[in-house]
């Protein structure tokens, strides 16, 4: 059940209390133009890098629409080539296991971009599954071929 903003809680300090994880409901009206009223694509003292950030969106979908696109024309009939089970079949399961980001970062390291490590720093989590998946599916090759 929730209570209303304002009504006493069952913690021991009440809304707006520094204590308190909630707010006083007059302090939030007093400052709603200053709270709600921003844009959300400035946050101040954050430099969120918009164009930046679109452009690696842009490259991200371009990367995936490339391998899509690659795995779809040639996945038949490179079964038997190098292309086909490993290359291909690689892509198409880093897409499945969602790890296509932590994969274009990883892609991307090497160019010394601050805002990769910077993204590789922040995410650990992401970066660390996509490798463990890659190493497992890397060590696990020869089961590749078998699975199509």
């Not at 897409?95 to 720093?121: F, I, K, N, S």
């Amino acid at each position: 059940m929730t209570q209303p903003f304002d009504e006493p809680s069952a913690t021991w300090a009440p809304p707006g209390h520094y204590y308190s994880p909630l707010p006083a409901a007059a302090e939030v009206t007093a400052d709603a133009d200053r709270i709600f009223g921003r844009d959300p694509l400035r946050v101040p003292g954050v430099d969120l890098r918009v164009p930046a950030q679109l452009q690696f969106l842009k490259d991200l979908a371009t990367l995936d629409t490339s391998l899509r696109l690659i795995s779809a024309l040639h996945g038949k009939e490179t079964r038997d080539l190098f292309w086909g089970p490993f290359v291909l079949d690689y892509f198409d399961e880093v897409r499945a296991a969602g790890h296509m980001e932590a994969l274009a970062y990883d892609v991307r390291r090497a160019t010394g971009d601050p805002e990769v490590a910077a993204w590789q720093a922040r995410n650990p989590q992401k970066v660390n599954a996509f490798r463990d998946w890659s190493e497992r599916w890397s060590v696990n090759w020869s089961e590749v071929a078998q699975r199509k």
